[in-house]
Structures are given as C-alpha cells and as structure tokens.
C-alpha cells in the first residue's frame, strides 16, 4: 500500500513557474513508474511527464517547459513547470505504479492571461 500527496499548486501568470511535488508515503524508489497526469475543465485527463526504467517522456505541449525527477531526499516525484501558459491550467495528479497504480488527489493549476 502506498498514498501519495500532492503539493505546490497555485495563481501564477503567464510565463511565471511552479514546481509540484508528490510525496510518497513509501520509498519513491520502489515504484516501477512515476508521472503526471492533469485534466482541464471539460477534456480528458491527459498524460504530462513520466519516468519509466529512468527514462523521462513528455507530451509534446510541454516539452522544453516542464521536468520530471525523482527526489531520493524528498521521497517525492517533481514537476518543475516552467514559461507556463493559460492552457497549462488543470487539476494535476501525480501517480506511481508498482503492481496497481496509485493517485494522488490533485493539485489545482492556474495560469493567467
């Protein structure tokens, strides 16, 4: 069993940054998969930032802006978010796998114009 809670959202402006971090109630290490999701009013969830086998993917509107890492001192996945833009503006969840997949219960995300 594990939870994981997120923390970091917030306002900002266009072009500002944010960094979001997911803690693990278990070592971060023991998870196979890390990442970030987010969902915007009216879409559907759509996936942001992994980690697979240390291999780190983006979608392609976010690349060049956003960084995932895993934080051994903070037990923690990361999400530097950096240029933000209004479209970034969603409800962001973190999840990590190992056997099921696990989630956090989100962190509010908004960008003005």
């Known amino acids: 069993q594990a939870e994981l809670v997120e923390s970091g959202g917030g306002l900002v402006q266009t072009g500002g940054s944010l960094r979001l971090s997911c803690a693990a109630s278990r070592s971060i290490s023991s998870f196979n998969i890390v990442g970030w999701y987010r969902q915007a009013p009216g879409k559907q969830r759509e996936l942001v930032a992994s980690?697979?086998?240390?291999?780190?993917n983006y979608a392609d509107s976010v690349k060049g802006r956003f960084t995932v890492s895993r934080s051994n001192a903070e037990n923690a996945v990361l999400l530097q978010m950096n240029s933000l833009k209004p479209e970034d503006t969603a409800v962001y969840y973190c999840?990590?796998?190992?056997?099921?997949?696990?989630w956090g219960q989100g962190t509010q995300v908004t960008v003005s114009s």
């Open positions: 980690i697979i086998s240390g291999n780190t």
């Open positions: 999840y990590a796998i190992m056997v099921r997949t696990y």
